[in-house]
């Protein structure tokens, strides 16, 4: 699927969303994020996120003091899922421009400039914040 064919979904109005389930251990509790899912409209959001609410349910009381808290926030997000399209988007059009280089180093083989055409890349910022 395309970025275009993407932002065509979009429009009509379907989403990326996570669903957050919880695990605790008696003192301990950990709030997780399930991968991202893409939801067309018409599609269930409940039926992605039935396994998460399932595993909070089972495993997500017994922690205290955060192990209900957590759990509760994780029912809700069960059953609507985090809306995170814009994160997602925002991601998608940093990389849209960029060309496969597999000479390129710590970035997958793709060559993402950094903004080093404008004098602005992480290395520039890295050195002129050291240099301050």
């Given at each position: 699927m395309s ?63 955060w192990g ?65």
């Open positions: 970025v275009n064919d993407i932002r065509r979904e979009l429009d009509n109005g379907a989403k990326f969303v996570i669903f957050t389930y919880v695990i605790s251990l008696l003192v301990v509790s950990y709030k997780r994020s399930s991968s991202i899912h893409f939801v067309k409209p018409g599609d269930a959001k409940i039926a992605k996120g039935w396994p998460y609410f399932l595993i909070s349910l089972i495993m997500g009381w017994w922690g205290l003091p209900p808290i957590y759990t509760f926030q994780a029912f809700y997000y069960a059953f609507a899922g985090k809306n995170v399209t814009d994160e997602v988007m925002a991601s998608l059009s940093l990389t849209e421009g960029a060309q496969y280089d597999e000479n390129a180093t710590n970035t997958g083989g793709y060559n993402l400039d950094n903004g080093r055409n404008n004098g602005y890349g992480m290395n520039d910022m890295i050195n002129r914040n050291n240099q301050e």
